[in-house]
């Protein structure tokens, strides 16, 4: 069975901080996907990034990043620079192996940024 | 950009009655998929549909739900006789073929209302 467990269920930070979201999982699989999402007030499902499990390499995009340590079995979401609009619900997710890939997700992290 | 749609956006209806949501997936897409996320609550696998038929449904898609894709782009969702704990956004997801196309596309999503 798979499980994605986020700790941290409510964050607030001031704007212009920085902010670590994080995300542990766990998988019988040897090959897997992890996804981040993020969901605004509006309530749609913004995809945000993928990784699959033989890419370790951190991933940068903008003010997002991403740190993915399979020894660890971690992938967390760092926001530098925080701002109002980065206000949403966080969700990690992960897919198994078969052709179907169902999703499960985290519970989610919500985050405010403060003005 | 191609996207998911999904109709209504939110609708109520009575305890007992049928409801039927509706999704037109990505159309080059051969996977589909229903999520559902109670209110405040993480978002749940359904169903997932592939080749006309469905390929993988959790505990919660008991006697009550139904899918079906009644022609080449939609994909529905019925619910029976819907009950108060029916009560969530459903979240109409599509993927394409393949072994490394492990995104999802979601849609907006349908707020269901059960009084």
């Known amino acids: 069975a798979q499980k994605v467990t986020q700790a941290q269920t409510e964050i607030s930070v001031v704007e212009k901080e920085d902010v670590t979201l994080d995300c542990v999982y766990e998988t019988r699989d040897t090959t897997y996907y992890l996804f981040w999402y993020k969901q605004p007030p509006s309530g749609e499902l913004v995809f945000l990034i993928r990784?699959?499990?033989?890419?370790?390499q951190n991933e940068i995009s903008g003010r997002y990043s991403w740190n993915f340590q399979k020894s660890t079995s971690s992938f967390n979401f760092t926001i530098t620079a925080s701002q109002v609009v980065d206000s949403a619900v966080y969700f990690c997710a992960l897919t198994d192996s078969g052709g179907y890939q169902k999703v499960t997700f985290g519970i989610g992290t919500k985050l405010q940024v403060i003005p | 950009e191609p996207e998911v749609t999904q109709t209504p956006s939110h609708q109520v209806t009575q305890m007992g009655q049928e409801v039927i949501l509706r999704c037109v997936p990505i159309?080059?897409?051969?996977?589909f998929y229903w999520y559902r996320q109670i209110l405040g609550q993480k978002v749940e696998f359904l169903v997932s549909f592939y080749n006309n038929e469905i390929s993988e449904k959790s505990e919660i898609f008991d006697d009550q739900f139904s899918v079906e894709r009644p022609d080449g782009s939609n994909f529905t969702l019925k619910i029976r006789s819907t009950k108060l704990e029916d009560s969530a956004m459903y979240f109409c997801a599509s993927r394409a073929m393949g072994p490394d196309t492990g995104e999802l596309f979601f849609g907006e999503g349908s707020r269901l209302t059960v009084l």
């Open positions: 159309s080059n897409h051969l996977y």
């Open positions: 990784r699959n499990s033989f890419d370790e």
